[in-house]
């Protein structure tokens, strides 16, 4: 952590002390989750395609637009109750925690010095209004934080185009969420530039996927994807989609 972040967190911590994101218990001020929860996070480790991000390569037989997608941990125990808070507000020393890995990440895979910009798979509008918050993008600046890299939460926007369609065919479904997702910023923020996209949870990548989609469609050259969770596909949770 930053010394000025550390000192924010300490000077916090004095007024509201600082709880574990996940189990609500009272933490130190430089901790970002407690001991108990940490170590109930089942880490996936290096057992995962790096191009689709998938504990089962899906590479073959999904055409994905993104290039290549890393994940941490597994969506379960204090895992999805840690994405949850985040979802809900009170996780920021979850994302946090989850941060300081990917900048480790792509420091180790020679990746730090590759990537021009920051941002996030967004929400709709009427999302932003309920809840005033996007947690995928508290996870990108976070990311910002521990690698210096520049952020921009407003390159994408999510229509609400994806609400009632029980009437449509699985195909035109497809066809209708691709189309949710457009880019809306200066295109010369991403042409020929490498983007790093945050979200909370990898299900099946296809968000990912037609993010990456909009972004290539503006001129990125190439799109690196980061999650902190992954639901393995056949086990799709409900509370995952997104
Ligand atoms: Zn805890
Ligand atoms: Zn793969």
């Not at 600082?18 to 218990?25: R, S």
């Not at 932003?128 to 918050?133: A, K, N």
């Not at 229509?159 to 195909?171: F, I, N, R, W, Y």
């Amino acid at each position: 952590m930053k010394w000025i972040y550390k000192v924010e967190a300490f000077l916090l911590d004095i007024f509201f002390p600082n709880k574990c994101p996940v189990c609500d218990k009272d933490i130190g001020y430089d901790e970002l989750m407690c001991k108990e929860c940490e170590k109930e996070l089942e880490f996936i480790g290096d057992n995962f395609c790096p191009r689709c991000g998938q504990i089962k390569c899906i590479c073959e037989r999904e055409k994905l637009n993104y290039d290549r997608c890393f994940s941490f941990i597994f969506y379960k125990d204090a895992g999805k109750s840690g994405v949850i808070a985040l979802k809900e507000r009170h996780g920021t020393g979850f994302a946090e925690y989850f941060a300081i890995k990917a900048a480790e990440y792509l420091k180790e895979n020679g990746l730090s010095d590759k990537i021009d910009i920051i941002t996030s798979v967004p929400v709709t509008k009427r999302k932003m209004r309920e809840t005033g918050y996007n947690h995928a993008h508290i996870y990108a600046k976070m990311i910002h934080r521990h690698t210096g890299i520049p952020v921009n939460g407003k390159l994408l926007i999510k229509t609400d185009k994806t609400l009632v369609q029980h009437d449509l065919s699985a195909e035109e479904r497809k066809q209708r969420a691709a189309k949710a997702f457009r880019f809306i910023c200066d295109e010369n923020l991403v042409r020929g530039k490498t983007v790093l996209l945050c979200d909370d949870i990898l299900t099946t990548g296809s968000t990912l996927s037609y993010c990456a989609k909009a972004l290539k469609q503006a001129g990125a050259q190439n799109v690196i994807c980061c999650t902190i969770a992954i639901t393995p596909l056949g086990g799709k949770d409900k509370s995952a989609d997104v």
